[in-house]
T-cell receptor, first 115, second 114 residues
C-alpha cells in the first residue's frame, strides 16, 4: 500500500528559529494535508494543498505541494513554545465522496521548542 | 457550529470482548472516517461512511465494522478484541465536495485491551 515517509522524526530547536520538515511518497497524491496533534487530542488541520507546485501560508506556517506530486514540505518561521507538538502530513487521492476523507498519514515529526 | 465529538474518552476492555465507539460529526458534514492511531505512529484509515453506507475500507479485518446514522453520527464496532487493538481511535468528519478534502478530527477514544 501507499506509505508516507516524514522527516525528520524529531527536532529540537530554540525559540525563534525556523523549522523545515518534509514528507515523501512512492506514489502520487492529489491532495496534501498538514496536521498538528497535541497530547491527548485529535489532529488539527493546518494547511490543505490541492495543486502541484502550490505554496500556501497560514500565519507563520507555509506548505508546498511538490511538483512531482510525491512530496510536500512544511516550514514554520520564528518558532514559539506553543508550536510544540507532533506534525503529520497526509495524502489523499482525490475529491468527492469517493476519496475525500481517505487519508494516508506519515508517522509524524515531533517538534520541541526550547525557550 | 459544533465540532466533532467522540465518546467515551477512555475505555478498558479485555481480550475477546466487543466494543462500540461513538462519533458525532461536525454540523453540516455528511462523511465520517475512522482511523486507528497506535502509539508513536500516524493514524491508519479504517473505513469511511457516506450517506449511511461504507465507502472505502483500509487494511482492517471484518471484525471492525461501522454504522452511520441519518443525522450523520457514526459508530465503530470492534468484535473479538485483541491486544493489538489498543490504540487511539479517531473519527473525522468532512463535507464531500469537488473543491475540498478537509477533514476535522475529534479528540479520540483511547482503547486499552488487557
Amino acid at each position: 500500500g501507499q506509505q508516507l515517509n516524514q522527516s525528520p522524526q524529531s527536532m529540537f530547536i530554540q525559540e525563534g528559529e525556523d523549522v523545515s520538515m518534509n514528507c515523501t511518497s512512492s506514489s502520487i497524491f492529489n491532495t496534501w494535508l498538514w496536521y498538528k496533534q497535541d497530547p491527548g487530542e485529535g489532529p488539527v488541520l493546518l494547511i490543505a494543498l490541492y495543486k502541484a507546485g502550490e505554496l500556501t501560508s497560514n500565519g507563520r506556517l507555509t506548505a508546498q505541494f511538490g511538483i512531482t506530486r510525491k512530496d510536500s514540505f512544511l516550514n514554520i518561521s520564528a518558532s514559539i513554545p506553543s508550536d510544540v507538538g507532533i506534525y503529520f502530513c497526509a495524502g489523499q487521492l482525490g475529491f468527492g465522496n469517493t476519496n475525500a476523507g481517505k487519508s494516508t498519514f506519515g508517522d509524524g515529526t515531533t517538534l520541541t521548542v526550547k525557550p | 457550529e459544533t465540532g466533532v465529538t467522540q465518546s467515551p474518552t477512555h475505555l478498558i476492555k479485555t481480550r475477546g470482548q466487543q466494543v462500540t465507539l461513538r462519533c458525532s460529526s461536525q454540523s453540516g458534514h455528511n462523511t465520517v472516517s475512522w482511523y486507528q492511531q497506535a502509539l508513536g505512529q500516524g493514524p491508519q484509515f479504517i473505513f469511511q461512511y457516506y450517506r449511511e453506507e461504507e465507502n472505502g475500507r483500509g487494511n482492517f479485518p471484518p471484525r471492525f465494522s461501522g454504522l452511520q446514522f441519518p443525522n450523520y453520527s457514526s459508530e465503530l464496532n470492534v468484535n473479538a478484541l485483541e491486544l493489538d487493538d489498543s490504540a487511539l481511535y479517531l473519527c473525522a468528519s468532512s463535507l464531500a465536495s469537488r473543491t475540498s478534502n478537509e477533514q476535522f478530527f475529534g479528540p479520540g477514544t483511547r482503547l486499552t485491551v488487557l
